[in-house]
């Protein structure tokens, strides 16, 4: 048997590959597209399978060459196929590489959501709104008024000590300010501004420099709630302290005061809150002393008032089960997502 001439094979090639592709520019629907299919890529009688056959005829010398134009030739007749069906489904309205299967169930959007502290923050307000205390803020950078001496923590006090609070450089001789280490400041800036009656509470970072553990960060939260009207005695700060645990937390929890000294209150106690069979101190609480009314213009045989300061972290972390207040600063996704 004589080989076949590796030109007549290349010619053979070539003119399959010129009829495909006019027989596939030609087409117009997705029928057309699948007989030329079958005419010429068809895996038993196509007509690229009949040439392949004849490769086995050629000269063993002429085997790579000819194996070679007819890849050639059938990666070009495959792309040929390729492209006219992309141009038959994007005419009929449907791009194949982004066809969009309406059928097929939508990629979930995954939602964030508010921080714990922040969420803490919201009910803190929205409870003690109820109660009609309005929220109100200050600044984060006070004076030594406001953070101090209008509460009377005078200039010896160790509570002013530079080791204990963030004081910000400032022209010599100019007094300092320095990052509110309390926002019991608040209180000061809203008696300034109004009259009696006032119920207010203010929530917002505090910052002092305390080596970060599992209770304390220099920045932390606190809420700080005052009211000033006449006749207001410890029963109704007791009051509306048990209101917001039982609202905050659930209805079985108790509070308890503990004597205590704070230099803006008189009397002064600690405030602890039972939940779960422990007890955990939340904050101070205290009759707003006359001496702070005065130095803000009120007149302490009128009126009278309570104050007090919770941390805003402790309270979240009992109410969440949390029991290192670092995790609430991490920003790991795998802590906040729990909530
Ligand atoms: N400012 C106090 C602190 O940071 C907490 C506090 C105690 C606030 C007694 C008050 C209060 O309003 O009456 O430790």
């Known amino acids: 048997m004589t080989a076949v001439p590796l030109d007549s094979f290349r010619a053979e090639l070539e003119r399959l590959?010129?009829?495909?592709?006019?027989?596939?520019?030609?087409?117009?629907?997705?029928?057309?597209?699948?007989?030329?299919?079958?005419?010429?890529?068809?895996?038993?009688?196509?007509?690229?399978?009949?040439?392949?056959?004849?490769?086995?005829?050629?000269?063993g010398a002429d085997k790579p060459a000819g194996g070679k134009q007819f890849n050639e030739a059938k990666n070009a007749i495959t792309a040929s196929f390729e492209a006219a069906r992309?141009?038959?489904?994007?005419?009929?309205?449907?791009?194949?590489?982004?066809?969009?299967?309406?059928?097929?169930?939508?990629?979930?959007?995954?939602?964030?959501?508010?921080?714990?502290?922040?969420?803490?923050?919201?009910?803190?307000?929205?409870i003690m709104g109820r109660l009609g205390f309005e929220s109100v803020d200050g600044p984060e950078v006070e004076d030594q008024w406001h953070n101090f001496e209008a509460l009377a923590i005078p200039a010896e006090h160790p509570a002013r000590d530079p080791l204990d609070n963030f004081?910000?450089?400032?022209?010599?001789?100019?007094?300092?300010?320095?990052?509110?280490?309390?926002?019991?400041?608040?209180?000061?800036?809203?008696?300034?501004?109004?009259?009696?009656?006032?119920?207010?509470?203010?929530?917002?970072?505090?910052?002092?420099?305390?080596?970060?553990?599992?209770?304390?960060?220099?920045?932390?939260h606190q809420v700080e709630g005052l009211l000033v009207e006449p006749g207001i005695t410890m029963a109704h700060l007791k009051s509306v302290l048990r209101l917001f645990a039982s609202s905050f937390?659930?209805?079985?929890?108790?509070?308890?005061?503990?004597?205590?000294?704070?230099?803006?209150?008189?009397?002064s106690v600690e405030v602890d809150m039972e939940w779960g069979g422990r007890w955990v101190e939340m904050g101070g609480a205290g009759m707003v002393d006359p001496a702070v009314l005065e130095a803000v213009g009120y007149d302490p045989d009128t009126v009278s008032g309570f104050a007090f300061g919770l941390g805003v972290e402790r309270i979240a972390a009992r109410r969440y089960g949390v029991d290192d207040i670092r995790d609430f600063y991490r920003n790991d996704v795998r802590f906040l997502r729990q909530f």
């Open 86 to 126: 992309n141009r038959v489904l994007s005419s009929s309205g449907l791009q194949s590489e982004s066809a969009i299967d309406v059928t097929l169930p939508g990629s979930p959007v995954r939602l964030g959501h508010l921080h714990p502290l922040t969420r803490t923050i919201r009910r803190v307000q929205e």
């Open 167 to 220: 004081y910000l450089a400032v022209a010599r001789g100019a007094d300092p300010l320095l990052l509110r280490s309390q926002t019991s400041t608040v209180q000061i800036r809203v008696m300034e501004n109004r009259d009696p009656p006032l119920r207010i509470v203010s929530l917002g970072r505090v910052y002092r420099p305390d080596t970060a553990d599992a209770t304390h960060y220099p920045m932390f």
């Open 249 to 267: 937390l659930g209805g079985d929890v108790h509070v308890r005061f503990r004597p205590s000294f704070f230099p803006f209150t008189e009397p």
């Open 17 to 59: 590959r010129a009829d495909a592709e006019s027989a596939l520019s030609a087409a117009t629907d997705d029928t057309a597209i699948e007989v030329a299919r079958v005419e010429f890529l068809g895996a038993r009688s196509g007509r690229l399978k009949a040439i392949q056959k004849s490769l086995g005829g050629l000269a």
